[in-house]
């Protein structure tokens, strides 16, 4: 994300979809929303990738049903870890990869329980407001938010995913567990702060050591398996 002034933060995003006619209105109407700037479209799963590499956008807007490559396969491609010689023999690291929403027209489609696991950040359906589209957009740039939690332990207990053994082997600690279930309530990290009396920068150590404990590569896909083994169940609310 970049700062366009001092007060205003603008996240950009590059929209994924086949339809011509969706990514035309998608683009037209985040456009217009504050602090979104769009700098391009794909048509299908495999021209995202190479779009986002040249674009380098902070989000990409990603439909799951395309031709080529899948939304998401895209997203396993775009999260992909850069190869470990790119920081090597004096060159800059790899930027990092752009978040990824999928945008889907079911919330009960199979593919957005995949997307999550393989690494996207959230997803929202095509027919909510724009305005609600963008802010999602918005807070999966910050890294802050899960989206839509209660769809999410829909979907996850309807159709179990594969990295529930994960949480087992993780050894979190009582705190950290505490967090991970305050996380799956959709909480950011000042509310979780708020809600067990500790520092935000406390909250942030617990909620890296929990990613990292978990092998998970964001906050979502760390509620997911906090769902698939249990910790979470549906109904759950702290």
Known sequence: MTGSDATETV????????????????????????????????????????????????????????PRRNGIEATRHLLAAPEESAGSRGRAPAPAPPKVVVITTFENDDYVTAALSAGASGFVLKRLPVRQIAEAVRVVAAGEAILFPATLRRMVAARPLDSAAALPKAALTGREEEVLRLMATGLSNPEIAESLTVSLETVKTHVGNVLTKLGAQNRTHAVVIAYESGLVVPGFTG
């Open 11 to 66: 996240t950009t995003l590059l929209i994924a979809d086949d339809d011509e006619v969706t990514r035309t209105g998608l683009r037209t109407l985040l456009a217009a929303q504050p602090g979104i700037e769009v700098v391009g479209e794909a048509a299908d799963g495999v021209e995202v990738v190479e779009r986002a590499r040249q674009l380098r956008p902070d989000v990409v807007l990603m439909d799951v049903r395309m």
